[in-house]
């Protein structure tokens, strides 16, 4: 055992080291100066906090393991599956975000990693083979993410439940539309991870930016910490996944 924890230990590189223990202190930090509080509903804030840091953690290592090609990101991810339905249902808001998670990203991660063990790198073999999207298929993904927004936002509008926003305010309806459309570019990430697709990155770039209001509306700062950990590790991801794509294609 403490030889393969000293195997993974040394598979990280400084930089890798350094971005997740900066993102979990920084993430303790804010949760100490900014605590989450969610009084009209009754929820103990050390419960909501301790999910918040927990998403945060999990998040961060799934992150990490997927700029660096490695199929264990999918058993992490299903880790973090678990905490953001339970964090969703806790605060009774974005229930676009559970059933995606539920019904696609627990079986896509699943799928996934049998997919990315089947293609592993020839000379290493901690690396699985990336590859870039090409064609018009794009645009009709442009395309279905905003049909899919308009329809599934509408639908979230009428599911009444308790939760952290005013029934009928603007902000419940941003709210809706955004979790609807984050669950869309949710999705095209998810194929494009299966798929092995370096455009699951610009997916993750939307993502990222979406949860960013999200979470401002719903008053998560602690999980900002984490968006802010999303944006440069996938400038970090793009860079070494075209550099290996690079490579690939000049061999």
């Not at 009209?40 to 953690?57: E, G, K, R, T, W």
């Not at 990101?73 to 998670?101: D, H, M, Q």
């Amino acid at each position: 055992m403490k030889d393969r924890i000293n195997k993974l230990w040394n598979s990280f590189t400084n930089y890798e080291k350094i971005w997740f223990f900066s993102v979990i202190i920084l993430t303790i930090i804010v949760a100490i100066l900014f605590p989450s509080t969610i009084d009209d509903l009754q929820i103990n804030p050390l419960i909501i906090i301790s999910l918040y840091i927990a998403d945060v953690f999990t998040n961060a290592l799934c992150e990490l393991l997927i700029s660096k090609q490695s199929k264990w990101n999918f058993i992490v991810s299903l880790l973090v599956e678990i905490i953001e339905i339970t964090t969703c249902i806790v605060i009774g808001a974005r229930f676009a975000t559970v059933a995606i998670t539920l019904f696609f990203w627990i079986p896509i991660d699943i799928i996934s990693f049998i997919n990315w063990h089947k293609h592993v790198d020839d000379n290493d073999d901690n690396l699985t083979e990336v590859r870039q999207l090409k064609g018009w298929v794009k645009i009709l993904i442009i395309i279905g993410i905003i049909i899919w927004t308009i329809g599934v936002g509408e639908l979230l509008l009428t599911i009444d439940v308790d939760s952290l926003l005013e029934a009928g305010s603007l902000e419940e309806k941003i709210v809706c539309y955004l979790d609807a459309m984050s669950s869309a570019v949710a999705v095209c990430n998810g194929v494009f991870i299966f798929l092995r697709y370096k455009e699951q990155w610009f997916a993750w770039y939307i993502n990222t930016f979406l949860e960013i209001v999200i979470n401002i509306l719903l008053g998560q700062w602690i999980l900002l910490v984490l968006k802010a950990a999303y944006l440069s590790n996938t400038t970090y991801g793009y860079i070494k996944w075209t550099k290996y794509i690079k490579n690939k294609d000049n061999d």
